[in-house]
C-alpha cells in the first residue's frame, strides 16, 4: 500500500479529493494539511509516496518550498487553479500537474500513471522500445487495442483508430463513430503498438492511421493530411519531401506508362 499526503488549503477540495483516493485500495491517505507549516512539521518524520500538493497556500508558495526544502523523495502531483504554472511544475519534475476543478478522467490518468511505476519485474514494460502491457495487442488478424480504464478495459478496434496526439506525457486517440479516448501512455509507446499495423508517425505530436487518411495537402509552409474524421494533420518537415515513397508502401500507385 503507498502513503498518500494532500496539502490543500480549500476544504472542500481537500474533501472531494479524499474522497476520490479512497476508491483505489492501493492508495492510503496518511497525512492532510491546510499550509506549508503544517506538512513541514510533519514530513521530516513521516514518509510518504505520493503527494498532492496546491501551489498557492497561505503561508506561501508551495512549489518555491518543493524546489528549496523539501527533502523527500515522494513523488508530487501540483493541483492549482493556475495553468501557468505547468511549465514550472514540470521542470521540478512533478508526475503531474492537475488544474482545479479535478476531473474525474483526469485524476483516473494520474493515478495510473503513479501505480505503473511500482509494477513488479514481471509486470514492468520496456518503454519507448516494446509496447507496454497495458497497451495490449491481441495477435494480427484480431487487430483490438486493450485501453485500462478505472471500470475495466475499452476493447478498441485498430481499424477504428483515426490518429493518436500526443499531450505532454499524454495521449489522445481520435475514433471513428466514438468519442475520444484519452491514455496516460505516451506517443511513442503507440507508435511501437500501432506501427505494424499501418500507423505512421508523421510529426511529434501525431501518430495517424495510413488507411484513414483522405488527402495530401501541399501549402506554402509544407503540408497536410486530411483524415477521414475532417481533421488535418500537419507533416513534420524532416518528412515532406518523403511523404509519398511512404505512402507507396501502404497504397497502390498507378503506373504512368500504361
Given amino acids: 500500500m503507498f502513503k498518500v499526503a494532500i496539502v490543500e488549503d480549500e476544504f472542500i477540495i481537500r474533501q472531494s479529493l479524499k474522497n476520490k483516493l479512497a476508491q483505489y485500495p492501493q492508495l492510503n491517505l496518511v497525512g492532510e494539511f491546510d499550509s506549508i507549516a503544517g506538512f513541514e512539521a510533519w514530513h521530516p518524520t513521516e514518509k510518504a509516496d505520493l503527494l498532492f500538493l496546491d501551489i498557492t497556500l497561505p503561508d506561501g508558495n508551495m512549489?518555491?518550498?518543493?524546489?528549496?526544502?523539501?527533502?523527500?523523495?515522494a513523488y508530487v502531483i501540483f493541483i492549482t487553479a493556475y495553468a501557468d504554472y505547468a511549465a514550472d511544475a514540470f521542470n521540478l519534475k512533478a508526475l503531474d500537474y492537475i488544474v482545479k476543478p479535478i476531473q474525474e478522467d483526469r485524476l483516473i490518468l494520474v493515478i495510473q500513471k503513479f501505480l505503473s511505476l511500482y509494477k513488479t519485474d514481471s509486470e514492468k514494460t520496456i518503454l519507448e522500445t516494446e509496447p507496454t502491457e497495458e497497451i495490449k495487442l491481441f495477435q494480427p488478424g484480431n487487430e483490438k487495442l486493450l485501453l485500462p480504464v478505472m471500470e475495466g478495459y475499452h476493447l478498441v478496434p485498430i481499424s477504428d483508430i483515426v490518429r493518436c496526439m500526443a499531450e505532454i506525457n499524454y495521449t489522445h486517440l481520435f475514433l471513428i463513430g466514438n468519442a475520444p479516448l484519452l491514455s496516460s501512455y505516451n506517443l511513442r509507446q503507440f507508435e511501437v503498438s500501432l506501427t505494424p499495423f499501418g500507423f505512421l508517425r508523421v510529426h511529434k505530436s501525431h501518430l495517424i492511421n495510413v488507411q484513414h487518411i483522405r488527402?495530401?495537402?501541399?501549402?506554402?509552409d509544407g503540408g497536410n493530411l486530411l483524415m477521414t474524421d475532417g481533421?488535418?494533420?500537419?507533416?513534420?518537415?524532416?518528412?515532406?519531401?518523403?511523404?509519398?515513397?511512404?505512402?507507396k508502401k501502404y497504397c497502390i500507385t498507378l503506373n504512368a506508362s500504361t
Fill in 63 to 73: 512549489m518555491e518550498y518543493i524546489r528549496n526544502q523539501y527533502s523527500g523523495d
Fill in 215 to 220: 488527402k495530401v495537402l501541399r501549402s506554402h
Fill in 231 to 247: 481533421s488535418e494533420v500537419p507533416i513534420s518537415r524532416n518528412l515532406r519531401g518523403d511523404m509519398k515513397t511512404l505512402l
